[in-house]
């Protein structure tokens, strides 16, 4: 027998994921190239050359048993050091090497977090709607996800609203910018208030409030759009990255934590995550691609190809008369649904052989999530399918 906590996963899992089994099933017999298969946030950007010579050069010059051995569990202290230094650069911060913790990916760093803060019934808020998975990296120490709606048409957290959800069991707030699935970027003055409201709170309650960063997206941003560096902002920032996204590297599982020294307990939240990297089971992440990483610190995706097709997809959906959230980050077009039920919506697509993913899939029915890290051709190529759709949807009005 499975356990109960196992029981509730087996019979909700990832529409996500259901979707992108669809997609392949439905391209081997239809043929990939008719198929538009927009489910699944797998970038199409390959990772950068300079990554792929940083893996020739590490294996061909590097000590066998220093690149393939155990280390501390929080990671190579030279390669932590190097990250601290680019991040300092580039937002005037202050970090160092003991401020790093290597991990095995955002979802990896963000269990550290979850596993080093949360006692049983403690409170995570997060800003629907958002990556669905928050729920189970929360449910996984027995913490409670409690969701605060963005204001809408913008989607952007509301800081009144969040000033209500906050209770004494609040243990942390978790903020994903740029964001998925709607690809809006939170500007600054959003951040401010944010840390306005869990800075009296913390006062009113006696409590530390942690603001947890969930940032894979960093640098993919369009049109000079600001993503602020949030510890410049609130004491209490705990930073998740991942270079899942940055530099196309999401099956090798490499992120990186940022504690700041300046927070809460800074010695013993940052020693009980060395140990909760270690007690998960991941021990630490991956020891090659840190090596990896650090030598390619300057690199990134080339984001002209998401960006291109963030503007053809953008114009295109807006001429059809679909009401689109235009995207500033990210590879995510959010669109209301012009049907009431979204998934009726959704098996209209897939008839026309367009996959998208559900808004319920991220607790916020009525739209659905369009990810368009995908080829450009698949975007012109699906033009027909967007056209018939706009069609039969108005038909059904
Ligand atoms: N957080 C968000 C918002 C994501 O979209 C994803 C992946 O899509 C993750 C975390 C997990 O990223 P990683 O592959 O680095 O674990």
């Known amino acids: 027998m499975i356990s109960q906590k196992m ?24 043929g990939a190239e008719n198929v538009y298969d927009f489910s699944l946030g797998n970038p199409n950007v390959p990772a950068p050359e300079a990554v792929n010579q940083a893996i020739k050069d590490i ?26 230094e680019s991040l300092n650069k580039r937002f005037q911060t202050n970090f160092q090497a003991q401020n790093l913790i290597m991990t095995v990916g955002a979802a990896g760093g963000l269990n550290v977090v979850f596993k080093t803060l949360l006692n049983p019934g403690d409170e ?17 120490y027995d913490g409670i996800l409690v969701e605060v709606p963005c204001d ?62 969930d940032e894979p997206y960093r640098e993919l941003v369009y ?50 995550a ?31 190809y998401y960006d291109r097709n963030r503007k053809t997809l953008y114009h295109m959906l807006t001429g059809l008369g679909f009401e689109c959230v235009k995207p500033e980050g990210a590879f995510y077009l959010w669109m209301k649904t012009p049907t009431k039920q979204e998934n009726e919506f959704c098996e209209m697509a897939k008839k026309l052989h367009l996959i998208l993913v559900p808004g319920s899939s991220f607790q916020c ?11 450009y051709e698949t975007i012109l190529r699906s033009q027909k399918a967007w056209e018939t759709l706009a069609e039969n949807c108005q038909k059904i009005r």
């Open 59 to 84: 294996l061909d010059t590097e000590d066998s048993l220093l690149v393939h051995g155990y280390m501390s569990n929080t990671g190579y202290e030279d390669v932590r050091q190097m990250i601290a």
């Open 223 to 272: 049109d000079n759009a600001e993503v602020p560096y949030l510890t410049n902002y609130y004491k209490n920032t705990i930073v998740g990255y991942s270079f899942s996204k940055s530099l196309s590297l999401p099956g090798e599982r490499i992120g990186y934590l940022v504690i700041p020294s300046e927070i809460s307990d800074f010695e013993r939240v940052y020693g009980a």
């Open 365 to 375: 029915p009525g739209y659905v999530r369009i990810a368009y890290c995908v080829s």
């Open 152 to 213: 809408t048409p913008e989607f952007l957290p509301s800081a009144e609203k969040l000033s209500k959800a906050i209770t004494k069991k609040t243990k942390a707030v978790i903020i994903n910018n740029p964001n998925n699935p709607t690809g809006v970027v939170y500007p600054v003055e959003v951040i401010k208030k944010i840390a306005e409201v869990l800075e009296s709170k913390e006062k009113e309650f006696g409590t530390d409030i942690y603001l947890v960063s």
């Open 274 to 304: 060395a140990i909760a990297t270690r007690i998960l089971g991941y021990v630490n992440a991956p020891s090659l691609m840190q090596r990896a990483v650090a030598k390619a610190i300057d690199e990134q995706t080339d984001i002209f």
């Open 124 to 140: 995570v808020i997060a800003f629907s709607p958002y990556f669905l998975e928050y729920n189970a990296y929360v449910t996984n």
């Open 7 to 30: 029981e509730g996963f087996l019979q909700n899992n990832s529409a996500i994921r259901a979707m992108f089994e669809e997609g392949k099933k439905m391209a081997a017999l239809y």
